[in-house]
RNA sequence: UGGGGUGUCGCCAAGCGGUAAGGCAACGGACUCUGACUCCGUCAUUCCGAGGUUCGAAUCCUCGCACCCCAGCCA
């Protein structure tokens, strides 16, 4: 269960009270882009307390501007959901179904003298509506009858007029200090097809007057959303203090998920996929729900991290490394150990029998018995991390150096005599010679040396393809219009000649796997094949080691 | 300058008049055939500031200050 929060405090308090005998929630998505990250914050808040509670949850696509909206981001929005462990049951619910009833209290509205049909351009309706601190001004068709905001709206609603032409507007208060009373927009002309409504409206409500109502014939109790709705609080109230709605739901407000060196706005995340700066919305290095699929998180991860980052009212930013450490501390349970080389550089062993081939046993966790163990195969020739050798090794570098010895993981140790290079002066390889008895299980098994390398067989290894990615940005907090100079631009790296040990030739997609002493790495759903598999890098290992050029991070 | 909010450790976050939880990060140390994991220890005499009430305040009152949101026929 989750921890105490304000909302879940709020609830327990209105079923103690007896003010609800079964709460009900909803997740209110506009189709207009794939979920991210912060949408998860909501989808754990508001599932989540329904299912602890007792009570259900509904899934409500906020489909009221048929412009923005498509049929792609309907059915992405289901799978994300999904993905993530929750489910909507039969309640699958869209704002456009309710387009009749809302119609039809619109009119009611007019009929009661509370709502109008303005003929006000809408750079004219922005200039009525006065600013923050001087009041606005009435339209001029604000007094209009009863009997011609009938008609008028009809005729809106049978498609007699152009876009932009009239809107029908709610009258309130065109002095109210709060903006969002200053007789809002209900409806607008919009000759437009809807993406689950079809060809059947020219008019389509505004956000104001759908959501409440929506909730009312839902019955939805707790109406959740996040902070920059508190100022529409009134306005929701309004239009159920005024329409005889069969329930009363009450709205609360809480604070927006922001993540460092990520952008989450929807409007900057279509922007990437739309200039290719992705490759599209699911492009691992999105924080989008299927972009941090792709890159290997787990469903678990996302939800244990909503559950420790807290709900509250306070505008807060999230470090980008508490999401890292949630993965890597579900992964680091779950996660079969492997051996993979990303920059091979080949190592030879000298007085290691030319034709000889031994199978070590590995295990596949290091703390869990239970996952079992496998044979990785062991020749003379290997490949090693090209990292893991330095000719002038610098201070508190263990691992290979000339003269030096470091144990090959599962396997013996070895002392590098020797290395070969290139006209450039590049080393080409590491010539070695290996200590008999000091294989795993070994005579002298138990001999220390500092330091513990992976390695691939060269006559075994199978070739991949690995993708590391990093950071979408690379500072903490992209803001303003040229927050695009933010962008990593080393983001992804793609490497194509990395080796992996032979277990991994079959990994089926959207397995993940440590890769011991590197990191976590998922299988692509799109684009591994069997036999030439392709990695994501999830997210690197910790490292306390700064290898001499430590990367600040937060 | 109108209205609505928010201010507790680097980042989150408990606390609701009885004398500052927890997580992440950081920093020491132990362990280690992953420089991983795990483990042990350190980490707010102080709660945006200043007054006040009280035996006692992060919690109540007053006055300030800072930051966020609102002037879409977006949600």
């Not at 996660?335 to 080389?341: E, L, W």
Request: with cysteine.
């Amino acid at each position: 269960m989750a921890p105490a929060n304000f909302l879940r405090a709020i609830v327990a308090e209105d079923l103690k009270s007896g003010k609800h005998k079964t709460i009900v929630t909803r997740f209110p998505p506009e189709p207009n882009g794939y979920l991210h990250i912060g949408h998860a914050k909501s989808i754990c808040l508001n599932f989540g307390l329904a299912r602890d509670f007792g009570g259900r949850c509904h899934l409500r696509f906020d489909d009221t501007n048929p412009v923005k909206e498509e049929v792609e981001y309907i059915e992405s929005i289901k799978e994300s959901v999904h993905w993530l462990g929750f489910g909507w049951g039969e309640h699958l619910y869209y704002a456009s179904d309710y387009f009749d009833q809302l119609y039809e209290w619109a009119e009611y509205l007019i009929r009661a003298g509370k709502a109008y049909v303005d003929d006000l351009t809408a750079a004219d309706i922005r200039d009525y509506r006065g600013t923050l601190t001087e009041p606005g001004k009435e339209s001029p068709y604000r007094d209009r009858s009863i009997e011609e905001n009938l008609e008028l709206f009809r005729r809106m609603r049978d498609g007699e007029f152009p876009d932009g032409a009239k809107v029908l507007r709610a009258k309130i208060d065109m002095a109210s200090p709060n903006m969002n009373l200053r007789d809002p927009v209900m409806y607008r002309i919009i000759h437009a097809p809807h993406p689950h409504a079809g060809d059947k409206w020219r008019i389509y409500p505004m956000y104001d007057y759908a959501h409440g109502q929506s909730d009312a014939i839902e019955g939805i109790t707790h109406s959740i959303c996040t902070l920059e709705f508190e100022d529409h609080r009134p306005l929701y109230e309004w239009f159920l203090d005024n329409l005889p709605v069969p329930n009363r739901p009450r709205q609360y407000e809480f604070a927006r998920l922001n993540l460092t060196y990520t952008v989450m706005s929807k409007r900057k995340l279509l922007q990437l996929v739309q200039d290719g700066d992705v490759a599209g919305w699911d492009d691992p290095r999105m924080p989008t729900l299927m972009g941090l699929r792709r890159r290997g998180y787990t469903p678990e991860s996302i939800r244990g991290f909503c559950e420790r980052i807290g709900v509250g009212r306070s505008d807060s930013w999230i470090e980008m490394g508490l999401l890292e450490e949630c993965v890597r501390e579900d992964l680091n349970e779950r996660a079969p150990r492997a051996m993979a080389v990303l920059r091979p550089l080949k190592l030879v062993i000298e007085n290691y029998p030319t034709d000889k081939v031994e199978e070590f046993d590995a295990a596949n966790h290091p703390q869990k018995p239970e996952m079992g163990s496998r044979k990785i195969p062991f020749c003379r020739e290997l490949f090693i991390e090209r990292d893991d050798f330095m000719e002038e090794p610098v201070k508190g570098f263990k691992r290979l150096a000339p003269g030096g010895e470091v144990r090959l993981r599962n396997a013996y140790i070895v002392k590098c005599t020797g290395i070969e290079k290139d006209s450039t002066g590049r080393v080409t390889e590491v010539r070695c010679t290996y200590d008999h008895d000091s294989h795993t299980g070994g005579a002298a098994a138990g001999r220390k040396v500092k330091g513990v390398i992976h390695w691939v067989s060269a006559r075994h290894g199978v070739g991949a393809e690995v993708r590391l990615y990093d950071r979408l940005c690379v500072v903490p907090n992209p803001s303003g219009d040229d927050w695009k100079s933010c962008l990593n631009p080393a983001s992804a790296e793609v490497l194509k000649e990395c080796m992996v040990e032979p277990s991994l030739a079959t990994a089926s997609a959207e397995e993940r796997f440590q890769f011991e002493r590197q990191g976590y790495f998922c299988v692509d759903l799109a684009d591994s094949r069997p036999g030439v598999p392709v990695f994501n890098r999830t997210v690197t290992l910790r490292d306390s080691w700064g290898g001499g050029q430590e990367t600040q991070r937060s």
